[in-house]
């Protein structure tokens, strides 16, 4: 019998990026490969790179040239590179990292263990690169590499809104939704394998099914799932604000499976920057949107994202958007420096912001928000919450985490529990009894 391969997979940028990651992991067969968690014990490396944004390219960049060192100190006799990074610079990866053995594409990534068996009789650096087309089907393995209790489901591939500054078209082709049936196939497996809470991801799920022959929606999609017996918590990530219904405002409110959060990446506030960037919609509707989404579902937890920076931003578009932060006060916020990307009508645009003056925007609507994430979170104390625990404290054994059905999974503040036992998996209620910035803590009820 041979020696099985050991295999180590780090997967970088968005979950959405983690799923492929996860596919790859599933299609390598288990008589073969052996996964570890390990790089110093790995043969095989595989990079799952992003390429997003400037700071992604850098860290997929320092990732590789880190752990091509094990190629020298440790075991590892072949290093692959996956994902986005190769299918956006096909042309100049492989003079620019030699260490690298192969590369493979968003479209390819599923022939992992086909590709790993043609290199033992290909000599050279070899690369796979082709249209970024593919559609993932429950038939082909997946190995969830997330906790037990937790698992990402992704609803569509691609994106067909071509926002001015974004290279995601180019990456991952045009919007391809899963078929409706198959989707429903993988929930119902993942719910059997002990999933307590799935997290629906595309890069647009309100997008869900426009691009399918028969008519389906994102809200025909969670009236199905919500029937799966086991599931807990469904949560949306990834929401374009036109693309929120009235009937979708309605479920969150009155389907108990499905979490009061939602994640809708705004970008902007000011019209002006709005238009450049090639969103639709303007301030009035957003404004709009969020006064429906509040007044039908006053608990709910909004995540958004915000660009500052934005070629031709002026000092009063920035005001604007402190301004906006402060009133509507956001349960979650993520700020990004824009990213001057190759390629994108912005990378183009006159009147490119410097890099000193993003980050000092940067930093004062980051500050901004920690106050409002504050006062919410304050606001919380002496109220009881659904928390799913996730395990120990990182800094003390003595106190048990978890996560509110209002945090999502590696972007969201945490729940401390000072008080009261549960096993991991478990969804318990706490009572809130203190907060910092981002984090709560209480007690279990």
Known sequence: MSVKQKVSMVSLGCPKNLVDAEVMLGCLPSEE???????????????????????????????????????????????????????????????????????????????????????????????????????????????????????????????????????????????????????????????????????????????????????????????ELVKIEGLQWLRLLYAYPDGITDELIRMIRDEEKICKYIDIPLQHISDPVLKKMGRRGGEIEIRRLIGRLRSAVPDLAIRTSLIVGFPGE?????????????EVRFDRLGVFCYSREEGTPAAEMDDQITERVKRLRYKKLMKVQARVSFKQNRRLIGTVEQVLVEGYSDETDL????????????????????????NVGDIVSVRVTDSSDYDVIGEIV
């Not at 790993?116 to 393995?141: H, S």
């Not at 048990?400 to 972007?411: F, H, N």
């Open 314 to 326: 002026s000092d009063d578009d920035f005001q604007r958007l402190v301004q906006f932060v402060e």
């Open 399 to 422: 106190l048990l985490k978890g996560r509110s059905s209002r945090q999502a999974p590696d972007i969201d503040g945490l729940v401390y529990i000072t008080a009261g036992t549960a």
């Open 33 to 223: 490969y052996e996964i570890t968690t390990d790089e110093k014990e790995a043969d095989i490396i595989i990079v799952n790179t992003c390429s997003f944004i400037r700071e992604a390219k850098q860290e997929s960049v320092d990732t590789i040239l880190d752990l091509a060192e094990r190629k020298h100190d440790a075991r590892c006799t072949l290093l692959v590179v996956t994902g986005c990074l190769p299918q956006r610079y096909q042309e100049e990866l492989g003079a620019e990292l030699p260490e690298v053995d192969i590369f493979i594409g968003t479209g390819e990534y599923p022939r992992i263990a086909e590709i790993l068996a043609e290199k033992r009789t290909t000599p050279g650096q070899l690369r796979y690169v082709g249209d970024p087309n593919f559609v993932f089907d429950p038939d082909l393995p997946r190995l969830n590499s997330s906790p037990s209790y937790t698992a990402y489901l992704k609803i569509a591939e691609g994106c067909s809104n071509r926002c001015s500054y974004c290279v995601i078209p180019t990456l991952r082709g045009d919007l391809r939704s899963r078929p409706f049936d198959q989707v429903l196939k993988e929930a119902r497996e993942l719910v059997a394998g002990g999933v307590k809470e799935i997290n629906l991801i595309a890069q647009d799920i309100t997008a869900y099914g426009r691009d399918l022959a028969e008519s389906r929606t994102l809200e025909m999609l969670l009236a």
